[in-house]
């Protein structure tokens, strides 16, 4: 094994004045002593604001987005629709509805923004306008069903909704009566909806505001309709008929044309392969080509890099543009002159781009700043708003322009500022198979070099995603960890975003063998290089971190402390519960196809008689992308072995846990755990 690379030191983009300033606390401007800093909290955590939903307005000077913050007195959350100004002017809060607000979107014409609320005695979100200029908001739509996405049609009178059917409603007579659910898919299961009804699809519908009428646009009852967008002229939709609840098609992704009037039919462009998540379609200023991504054969589905590709709609003819055929890329926007920004994944860093006509790829900024979204250009070379992280750094909106990154927000500043962050290093080891792995190092704050550390393996899920120079309420597990005094180790294991195809397509049908390897030697090298104390590892993660700690506490009994937050250990239990049973069938076979496969990618369980790890297992009771199952069945197994074990299940919540009383909870009892066996 190659241990001892050389360490990157990884900082924030705090040179730039702008920036410096911006992260200055107030009582040190007036020439005050700042508060002294501190570890990170679980009061911290909790007192960080998210910032998302971004959207630029069509001069491009000012953007809309969403912040959200945990109210504990009320245990739920709220977001509210900010304005930030790329001119510097300090950013406005539009919203303070005690309901909270979701994809905020300026109308073509500038003068509002709509966004989604469900207000009232709404059983569903509804489109609600904001007059720009001010005032309260009006509700533009009443429409049954779920709106998942709207779009503004070019000449601000009709909307396009993309929404769920309704649901059947109860007699009457009886409102409270539960009536059954039928399915009648090979996919029925989802997580945060629950069974998929034979007669609930997504589907495409025009709203006239001024009648205040809804039209259906397209309808299906064996797919469902989605990513649509106007073309700009207004007369023609394009979108993604999504036919993934067949496992056995080759190619699920539909691009699709419609005219935008009751009764068209549509038109299908170009069978498309992969499932992309958060698919965006981009026409083409002439109408005549869409810019979109495409993912692999779907087999790979679940570790897709997406590229950038561009369909042509009178052939339907499909190319990857060549600069984007190596990267990974996310959230394309168009900014103008032909030219598509997206953001690069690569090695611990999202880095925003831009890909020009000629397929020319070129990095906007040096990465020191990850970019977690980005919203279009009001014309080629303009200013735009992004959001972004670094180290020490949580998330905020800038304007990014040709000199690079300036802030426009400090929603964070205050809690940033009182906390003493750790400092967090690149490391590099080597797998035994040659197989190099990159990661991240965080050690505690006052460390004394040299002194073995208490050290605990922090593993993200996906496994298509990577462990980045960021900060957000995920990774701050990570800074929470090293504020116990623990080394924390953060890999990017094969599987992962970031290195290219090869790299996060090598676990396919091989869960818990190469992942687990470049685990181990992450461990070792941090063994070798004096930062870990061989008697005090631990590991844990949410997800595929939590199916990899499975594998890992069954497989190394060295680890003293472990946590499995929405794991598995046994896929036979999955089949047919989750949500992936298109991976089962094209990835792995179903079991009685390839037995022996299943077999193996059960080990946990069929073997959890070697596993002499503590182990706390968590998740949510409502989860159905990794039901608690997968917890339940390794508790009730280490129970029986005599190993400690806790099982910790959170009511109504699905894979990502959201009420913050059990935020906080799930943080106190990660802290307790590692604490009570590793100290």
């Not at 509002?112 to 739509?141: C, N, P, Y």
């Not at 496994?463 to 995920?474: F, L």
């Amino acid at each position: 094994m190659t241990i001892g690379k050389t360490w990157k030191v990884a900082v924030g983009l705090r040179s730039a004045a702008l920036l410096a300033l911006a992260t200055v606390p107030a009582m040190a401007l007036a020439g005050e002593a700042a508060p002294a800093r501190h570890p990170v909290t679980i009061d911290d955590i909790m007192a960080l604001h998210t910032v998302s939903d971004l959207a630029c307005a069509p001069d491009g000077r000012q953007a809309a987005y969403v912040v959200g913050d945990a109210d504990e007195k009320t245990d739920r959350r709220r977001t509210a629709i900010w304005l930030a100004d790329l001119n510097g002017a300090p950013a406005l809060q539009l919203t303070t509805s005690e309901d909270s607000v979701s994809a905020p979107t300026f109308s073509p014409d500038g003068k509002s923004i709509a966004f989604l609320s469900k207000r009232g005695k709404d059983k569903h979100a509804q489109v609600w306008s904001l007059d720009r200029r001010g005032g309260e908001a009006q509700r533009l739509t009443d429409v049954k069903g779920d709106i998942a996405a709207f779009r503004w049609a070019p000449d601000s009178r009709r909307l396009l909704l993309t929404i769920s059917d309704a649901a059947p409603e109860p007699p009457k007579d009886d409102p409270e009566r539960s009536l059954p659910v039928v399915v009648d898919d090979v996919r029925f299961k989802q997580d945060g909806v629950g069974f998929i009804s034979a007669d609930t699809h997504v589907h495409l519908a025009l709203y006239d505001l001024a009648a205040r009428t809804e039209t259906r646009l397209t309808a299906s009852d064996s797919f469902d309709d989605l990513a649509a967008e106007w073309s700009p002229d207004g007369k023609s939709v394009a979108f993604m008929a999504d036919h993934a609840l067949d496992p056995a098609a080759p190619a699920t992704q539909w691009l699709s044309l419609i005219e935008a009037r009751e009764g068209a039919a549509p038109r299908l462009v170009a069978k498309l392969t992969g499932v992309v998540p958060g698919q965006t379609l981009i026409w083409s200023a002439d109408g005549t080509r869409i810019t979109h991504m495409i993912g692999r054969a779907p087999k790979l589905d679940q570790y897709a890099q997406p590229h950038l590709a561009e369909t042509v709609l009178a052939t339907g003819v499909t190319r990857v543009l060549p600069a984007t055929a190596a990267s990974y890329v996310s959230a394309p926007v168009s900014l103008g002159g032909g030219q598509i920004g997206v953001i690069l994944a690569e090695d611990r860093h999202e880095i925003p781009a831009a890909v020009d006509p000629s397929g020319t790829l070129r990095r906007l900024t040096d990465g020191r700043l990850s970019l977690l979204d980005e919203c279009e250009a009001a014309k080629p070379g303009a200013a735009r708003a992004v959001i972004a992280s670094g180290d020490g750094q949580p998330e905020e909106v800038y304007a990014l322009d040709a000199k690079g990154l300036h802030p426009l927000t400090a929603h964070n500043r205050a809690v940033a500022d009182r906390i003493a962050w750790p400092q967090m290093v690149d490391f590099s080891a080597t797998a035994k198979d040659g197989s190099e792995v990159h990661g991240l190092l965080l050690r505690p704050v006052g460390a004394v070099p040299g002194t073995k550390l208490p050290t605990v393996m922090w593993i993200h899920g996906g496994p298509n995603a990577q462990d980045i120079h960021a900060v957000d309420r995920y990774s701050l597990i990570r800074d929470l960890l090293a504020a116990q005094g623990y080394a924390v180790l953060a890999v990017n294991y094969r599987g992962s975003s970031g290195r290219g195809d090869a790299y996060a397509a090598a676990i396919a049908a091989d869960w818990g063998n190469k992942d687990v390897a470049d685990l181990h030697a992450a461990f070792d090298w941090a063994v070798a290089q004096g930062i870990a104390d061989p008697a005090r590892l631990g590991a844990g993660g949410w997800s595929y971190g939590g199916i990899l700690t499975d594998y890992l506490i069954v497989r190394d009994n060295r680890l003293k402390a472990a946590f499995s937050g929405a794991g598995e250990g046994n896929i036979f239990a999955l089949f047919g519960v989750d949500q992936y049973i298109q991976q089962y069938s094209q990835e792995l076979g179903a079991p009685w196809q390839d037995t022996d496969l299943w077999l193996r990618l059960s080990e946990p369980l069929l073997h959890a008689d070697r596993i002499k790890t503590p182990t706390l297992f968590m998740g949510g009771m409502a989860d159905d992308n990794v039901p608690l199952i997968g917890g339940q069945q390794l508790y009730q197994a280490l129970k029986l072995t005599g190993v400690p074990t806790r099982l910790v299940g959170y009511p109504d919540q699905n894979h990502g846990i959201v009420r913050p009383s059990f935020q906080r909870d799930r943080l106190e009892r990660i802290v307790d755990w590692y604490k009570r066996y590793l100290k």
